[in-house]
Each structure stands twice: as C-alpha cells, then as structure tokens.
C-alpha cells in the first residue's frame, strides 16, 4: 500500500452514457485505494444519464455531480471536469471505460517511488460493448520510468503511446504546466494534452492491463479511422500540427515529419479495418 494517501481526482466528461456509466462507477469503487473524489460533469444529457448518476452519489458522498446549463461539446466539458479537481494527483476517464480495482494504488506507489514521473500509465484490455475481450493496446516497449520525450517521439513513428485517458494518472503539478484540453483539435485532444506534459518529465509505464476501453466501429473513433472520410482526413491534418507544434522540442527534421504522416495513414487504414471486421457495435 501507499505510504502517504493524497488525495487522487478521477474526472468523467459524460453526455448520453446511461447505459454504461453504470460499469465504469462500479469500476472505481471497487478500486482498492479509496481517498478519491470522483467528478462527473454531465453535458446537457438527454437520456437517464442524470438518474444514474444520482442514484451513484446518494449512495457515495465521494462522487460530485455538476451539470453544464449548455452544452460544452468534448474540449469545454473535459476542461470544466478537470478545473473542478482539488487532487494532487488527476485521471480523465471516458463515461464507458473501466479500471481493474488495483489500478490506482498501483499508480499511487509508482508516483511515491518515482518523484521525477508527470504520468503513470499501464496497458489496456479492448473490449465490445458487452465487455468480451477484442485484444489489447500497449504502452512503450520499455517498463518503468522512461523520459517523457523519448517515449513521445517513438510514438510519432508508430502509435500513440498514451492511448486513452483512463490509462493515465498525472501529476497535478504536470497538469497544470499544460494549457489543459486545446480546444483547436478535435480527435485528437487527448494525443496533445498528454503530449504536452509529456515533455515535462519522466514517465512511469506498468506493463500490466489495469484499465480497459470500449471500442465500437460505429464510434466516434471507428469514423475517424476510415480511410478517405472528411473526419479521417481531419485527423491526419490534425497529426500534422502535433508535429509542427512538437518539431523543435523534438528535434524533428522535414523527412522525419513526412514519415510520420506516411505512417500515421497506414495506421488510420489498419485501425480502421480492425474495427470493421472484428468489432461489434
């Protein structure tokens, strides 16, 4: 167990998720490291989204329910979560993705052992709709702490190594380095976000599955991965700016920023058949 107990903030930006929001609460209560507070900002829900989530926080005095008067769309409703935060530590989790119940006091001892780590971050278990296992996504090829930087410009060249939200824990201090979630992307907000605290420090990588994220080829995800679609092409372009916004920090040069898009489409086309052929829903 951790020696110290701070205080650990798991946001959940939730719109429309009442058939599914259900898991992932249960997900976090049941986490073995209880000194959380749990912040879900609804964003103008039409279903029972709401119902759910008040019936959660009579239950738990931990959970905090604040409803946006308009709707914010992702950035706005992401950033409002995360300013809500009073945590030393910080998680910004999907409203269907799920955690394994160690998870955070995995990550807890990881930060505790480690005072040079802006995030900690694990692999994660892919899963349908109806949580059947569809494969898994994994962080950087080495484990434990790796500089920050390194792992980001790998990442250029293959796949983001952050993944999902749920998969990372970060340092309060790192977060608020950041200029939070930029509102100039649009797929990839997560990419840059982490991108951006990335390059602060160290990061921590358990190669264990302590998370899990739903993935649909109907999803938002599963039309920006198809080749040839204006949201696809919108994400390449988007790729491209990361680039350009990372190329001095980096050390990027014109023939490294060229094969990184070259790759970047290849992996959109793989991602995309993946999800057409073995994902449901």
Request: charged share 30%; aromatic share 10%.
């Amino acid at each position: 167990m951790p020696k110290n107990n701070p205080l650990v903030s798991i946001c959940i930006p939730a719109y429309n998720n009442e058939d599914y929001i259900s898991e992932t609460l249960d997900s976090i209560l049941a986490q073995t490291y209880t000194n959380l507070e749990i912040i879900i900002v609804d964003d103008c829900s039409k279903d029972g989204t709401v119902r759910v989530l008040e019936e959660y926080a009579a239950k738990d005095s931990r959970i905090s329910i604040y409803r946006n008067e308009k709707n914010l769309g992702m950035s706005g409703n992401w950033n409002r979560a995360l300013s809500l935060t009073k945590g030393e530590f910080i998680r910004l989790m999907c409203a269907d993705d799920l955690l394994v119940p160690t998870c955070i006091e995995r990550e807890i001892e990881a930060f505790e052992a480690n005072p040079t780590a802006v995030l900690v971050e694990s692999d994660s278990r892919l899963v349908d709709l109806e949580r059947n296992p569809k494969g898994f996504y994994k962080r950087y090829r080495k484990s434990g702490l790796v500089p920050g930087k390194e792992i980001l410009k790998a990442g250029l060249f293959n796949k983001d190594y952050f993944g999902a939200p749920q998969a990372n824990l970060m340092r309060r201090s790192a977060f608020e380095k950041t200029n939070g979630i930029d509102s100039d992307f649009t797929y990839i907000v997560d990419y840059v976000f982490f991108a951006e605290m990335a390059v602060q420090g160290d990061i921590f990588i358990i190669h264990e599955f302590l998370n899990e994220f739903r993935v649909r080829h109907e999803s938002n995800t599963g039309q920006v991965m198809k080749a040839g679609s204006e949201k696809n092409k919108i994400y390449v372009e988007e790729h491209r700016r990361l680039l350009e916004k990372n190329k001095d920090i980096l050390g990027l040069n014109k023939f490294e920023i060229g094969l990184s898009m070259l790759i970047r489409r290849l992996r959109c086309f793989a991602a995309g058949m993946y999800l057409l052929i073995f994902v449901r829903g």
